[in-house]
């Protein structure tokens, strides 16, 4: 198998050379996906991202400024970013205002703010959601018109709950009742509810946590516990202690995100189980990490070579780095 150097470079080869629209496009995509790949090599992505920046094909453009993302330092993005919401097209801004949205830093808050007079309702969409976790309302209307629309329901529901803007319960109250509303969308929608206040809100999640085969159910199991829905605690103790319930691992975030001490003994069960799957071992690191246990959070970076693969120790080691 070719090493990913190899491919980067073939495809800047074909980025030079070939001369069609499509496989520019696929080359330009494949080096952004080649650098997330190797984040610790992003320095050697930086001429492909000046190559891919100044590109006159829209699409190439586009991959460049996800390629940006991955390559530049946290406190360099903005001023990458920043001259592409200006660009003529939209696939470009587009990508633009979504990575600096991303970023939730509040001097672009103005910039985000310019983004809510784009032509396209997209673009608009991803300015609001930016301003939404600025926790300003600037972008409300565009997020409740985005209600309507299915693509982009589920991250406005998401920008909403972020927002915690009371003006919002009755647009989402008239979304929760409708006929047919995706259970995921429906189970976004009550989370929502919650956080505004809406009991409803907590009765159809904990509902939702007993319906074995819902594809909804994990998002239910984890939105109880962040949401510190009542009766959690011992709802989502069940469905950990129990090794063959599937959303044991989204069980593990939730008990986490709740905050409760009284979960560490039984998040270090799971954790320290060797005969446990993989995943849930490192949902029950996730869980543990995040009540802020001192001791809790020693036998998480104990347990580190106790994991087989490569890939789960460097997400341990990420978890390490966001902190509590």
Not at 66 to 86: H, K, M, N, W, Y
Not at 197 to 207: C, I, N, R, T
Not at 246 to 270: I, K, Y
Request: proline letters at 6%; aromatic letters at 4%.
């Amino acid at each position: 198998m070719a090493d990913w150097r190899s491919e980067r470079d073939r495809a800047l080869v074909n980025l030079e050379r070939d001369k069609r629209p499509a496989s520019r496009a696929e080359a330009a995509d494949l080096l952004f996906h080649l650098a997330s790949e190797e984040p610790a090599h992003a320095a050697e992505f930086t001429d492909a991202l000046v190559r891919l920046l100044a590109d006159a094909q829209p699409e190439v453009r586009r991959s460049g400024v996800g390629l940006a993302s991955v390559v530049l330092p946290p406190e360099q993005l903005p001023d990458t970013l920043l001259p592409r919401l200006r660009d003529e097209d939209t696939r470009v801004r587009l990508e633009a205002t979504g990575r600096l949205a991303d970023l939730a830093l509040p001097h672009a808050r103005g910039a985000l703010a310019g983004m809510l007079e784009d032509p396209t309702p997209e673009v608009r969409f991803e300015a609001a959601r930016g301003i939404a976790a600025l926790k300003h309302p600037a972008g409300l209307e565009v997020l409740l018109a985005a209600l309507d629309v299915d693509t982009l329901r589920f991250r406005a529901l998401g920008a909403l709950a972020e927002l915690e803007d009371a003006r919002a319960l009755p647009a989402v109250k008239r979304l929760f009742g409708k006929w047919l509303l995706p259970a995921f969308d429906k189970t976004q929608a009550a989370g929502v509810l919650m956080k505004l206040g809406d009991p409803a809100g907590a009765e159809w999640l904990m509902q939702r946590t007993r319906k074995k085969w819902s594809t909804d159910r994990a998002l239910a199991v984890e939105l109880c516990g962040e949401l510190k829905v009542p009766g959690a605690l011992e709802r989502l103790k069940d469905i950990l202690q129990d090794a063959k319930d599937p959303c044991r691992g989204a069980a593990a975030r939730g008990l986490g995100r709740l905050g409760d001490a009284q979960a560490l003994p039984w998040l270090l069960s799971v954790l320290e189980d060797r005969a446990a799957p993989e995943d849930d071992r490192l949902d029950a690191a996730d869980g543990v990490w995040r009540l802020g246990v001192p001791d809790g959070m020693e036998r998480v970076r104990a347990s580190v070579p106790t994991f087989a693969s490569e890939e789960a120790r460097l997400e341990l080691e990420e978890l390490f780095r966001e902190g509590p």
